[in-house]
């Protein structure tokens, strides 16, 4: 099994790789669009440009691939639906956000199971030949995938416990994040992560759980004061292509793919882990006060994410139970 160490390492492999690399100019035979909803401030997008610049450079220019950010190409909910119909070839987006397609996309977005880089890792491992299953029965082909970092708590004000948000509106992006705040005792509402900014200035949510990162690109200190870091959870992005598209790529193209990914994958971890360090220094810089959940909350949001495990488990079967077995087994 892969560690993280091993990860950092694959990382330097990878970079010398490319910076070796140069690209012969010639006309593109593929000329591609693909959207990802993040805007180009988030590192999600910023790895999947480099990933769009990789491609460019490995396949001397035959696939040009052009990235549209922030849901200006495709919106956010109809991204998955572009592919299979080939409207678009490949595309970005949140696997938890296919939580009502099946149990097992939703796994890495419950709070509390797998909550540091190294769980998040393990997981991965075990969930990724099952995702490429279900996908390929789809019409897709997973070619990587990227963790946001650990996700922590905004509020406009300070809290204790989950007394102090009862009735509160949070920002809900997912059936993981719903369910959540149903838990929670607040009013689940769902917002676009471009849109957070105005959705706080008009009332329309009074609180969120996202990633520092997310919190820096959308300025939360114009809108909240107080970041809780709950290490609840790690959730990924995938990006994927329609597994006919691949399919008609010659060989030394689908090589060029599979190398791209995966310098993509190795490279959008150790930001991702690397944002889960600055970004919180970054809010606190513009006076945010950042810090550990209130030891009454975080126990409340514990019993929160074992309900949601419970569910999980329940909802998923045998395949589920599968899944936690192998994730549990591995020790390192």
């Known amino acids: 099994m892969l560690t993280l160490r091993q990860l950092g390492m694959a990382g330097a492999v990878c970079a010398a790789s490319l910076a070796a ?12 669009d693909m959207p990802t909803p993040y805007a180009d401030t988030e590192f999600q997008t910023q790895n999947t440009r480099m990933f769009a610049d990789d491609v460019r450079r490995l396949s001397d220019g035959r696939i040009d691939i052009t990235v549209h950010s922030a849901n200006s190409l495709i919106k956010n909910p109809e991204i998955k639906r ?23 996309f939703e796994i890495d977005a419950i709070p509390f199971f797998a909550p540091s880089y190294q769980d998040a890792l393990k997981l991965y491992q075990v969930t990724k030949p099952i995702m490429q299953e279900k996908l390929g029965e789809q019409g897709l082909r997973l070619l990587y995938s990227v963790p946001w970092p650990s996700q922590a708590f905004f509020t406009k004000e300070p809290i204790e416990s989950l007394a102090d948000l009862k009735g509160k509106k949070m920002r809900t992006y997912n059936q993981q994040t719903t369910k959540l705040a149903e838990l929670m005792g607040v009013v689940p509402t769902t917002v676009q992560a471009t849109e957070i900014p105005q959705a706080f200035s008009t009332g329309i949510i009074d609180l969120m759980f996202t990633s520092a990162e997310t919190g820096v690109t ?60 600055e970004k919180p220094q970054v809010l606190a810089a513009n006076g945010m006060k950042v810090s550990v959940v209130p030891p009454k909350l975080d126990e409340e949001l514990k019993a929160v994410g074992q309900k949601m495990v419970e569910a999980w488990e329940a909802r998923a079967g045998e395949e589920g139970k599968k899944i936690i077995e192998a994730y549990r087994s591995i020790d390192y």
């Open 218 to 277: 959308t300025k939360a200190w114009d809108y909240t004061t107080y970041v809780y870091d709950t290490q609840a959870w790690v959730p990924k992005n995938v990006i994927f292509i329609n597994k006919d598209v691949y399919a008609g790529l010659p060989d030394d193209l689908k090589a060029v793919l599979e190398e791209a990914a995966h310098i993509a994958e190795v490279r959008g971890w150790m930001m991702s882990m690397k944002s889960n360090i």
């Open 82 to 104: 572009a592919v299979q119909l080939q409207q678009v070839p490949l595309a970005e987006l949140f696997i938890s956000n296919l939580s009502r397609e099946d149990p097992v």
């Open 21 to 32: 690399t140069t690209l012969v100019a010639r006309a593109a035979d593929y000329n591609w």
